[in-house]
T-cell receptor, first 112, second 118 residues
Framework: QQQVKQSPQSLIVQKGGISIINCAYE??????FPWYQQFPGKGPALLIA?????SEKKEGRFTISFNKSAKQFSLHIMDSQPGDSATYFC???????????FGKGTRLSVIA | NAGVTQTPKFRVLKTGQSMTLLCAQD?????MYWYRQDPGMGLRLIHY???????AKGEVPDGYNVSRLKKQNFLLGLESAAPSQTSVYFC?????????????????FGEGSRLTVL
């Protein structure tokens, strides 16, 4: 049973466009939702994270939108650049109880 | 400033052989994790540890064993390797879970160990 469902599996976006990756979860006990970014040959690294008490968090060109009632959250990358080409993972955690569970990942390609 | 270091980075095994992956972190983190990454499957947790001398099973623990004898090290063992264990293995560490502060739950990953079982 997959605890965090991520879509799409792959995404191609033109340079300057908006990249949108979506995740859905079932466990209402989850209270921490990070996104990780992974470049080829490297380990994932934390990009941005949010708690369910806010509906949106923005850091530079990266924004997490959170919909608690729908049990969904998404990553928006504004003004996408070729350097953003990477695999993105959403994740969720019930803090203090269970470790992070990850979605299956989205491979983003930003083309010029 | 090493962070999380994994050894070896590459290894080829024959079915039935055993091996140990070593993870070392220099950030004084309490929590350590072993994940495997397979195409289309994301990151799946194998085992984790919430402190020296403790270990716990993750999502896919079968065929693996772990030990955390020292706080800075977390070992992943394969007693009898199988082709299904061909994967990229990632070790990670964190201060703790997200808890009260978001940044305590941040996972710091190593660069991975690519294991092929023939």
């Amino acid at each position: 049973q997959q605890q965090v469902k991520q879509s799409p599996q792959s995404l191609i976006v033109q340079k300057g466009g908006i990249s949108i990756i979506n995740c859905a979860y079932e466990n209402t006990a989850f209270d921490y939702f990070p996104w990780y970014q992974q470049f080829p040959g490297k380990g994932p690294a934390l990009l941005i994270a949010i708690r369910p008490d806010v509906s949106e968090k923005k850091e530079g060109r990266f924004t997490i939108s959170f919909n608690k009632s729908a049990k969904q959250f998404s990553l928006h990358i504004m003004d996408s650049q070729p350097g953003d080409s990477a695999t993105y993972f959403c994740a969720a955690e019930n803090s203090g109880n269970t470790p992070l569970v990850f979605g299956k990942g989205t491979r983003l390609s930003v083309i010029a | 400033n090493a962070g999380v270091t994994q050894t070896p980075k590459f290894r080829v095994l024959k079915t039935g052989q055993s091996m140990t992956l070593l993870c070392a972190q220099d950030m004084n983190h309490e929590y350590m994790y072993w994940y495997r990454q397979d195409p289309g499957m994301g990151l799946r947790l194998i085992h984790y540890s919430v402190g020296e001398g403790t270990t716990a099973k993750g999502e896919v623990p079968d065929g693996y064993n772990v030990s955390r004898l020292k706080k800075q090290n977390f070992l992943l063992g394969l007693e009898s390797a199988a082709p299904s264990q061909t994967s990229v293995y990632f070790c990670a560490s964190s201060l703790g879970t997200s808890g009260r502060y978001l940044n305590t739950g941040e996972l710091f990953f190593g660069e991975g160990s690519r294991l092929t079982v023939l």
